[in-house]
């Protein structure tokens, strides 16, 4: 019984010795963060980065990723192809014009 008492009262030391050292503040451990605690904005806005190839590969990572990855491929593919549609507009209308000036 005298020897819990000492373990006790040696924990209690120990801590305050600990708060003592930090400005009495307690010392907590936190999990170490990485690239997966990030919220998906975040991490849409990092693979916003990476090409069409890259993403293929990211979405392997997890489910997370994967969800992430595809919505950022699915928004570049529709810029690429409004982009395609936009030009072929702008290359027939001149077509059409070449056409009419040529008198067809």
């Not at 090409?51 to 491929?73: A, F, G, P």
């Amino acid at each position: 019984m005298e020897t819990e008492r000492n373990c006790k009262s040696k924990t209690v030391n120990e801590k305050s010795e600990v708060e003592s050292q930090t400005g009495g503040v307690g010392v907590t451990t936190k999990k170490p963060r990485t690239i997966n605690d990030l919220p998906p904005e975040i991490l849409e806005m990092i693979l916003d980065y990476m090409d069409i190839h890259e993403l293929d590969v990211t979405d392997k990572v997890n489910q997370n990723w994967q969800t992430v990855s595809n919505r950022v491929v699915t928004r570049k593919i529709r810029s690429a192809l409004a982009e395609v549609l936009t030009k072929f507009e702008i290359l027939q209308r001149e077509c059409l014009k070449m056409l009419d000036e040529e008198g067809w």
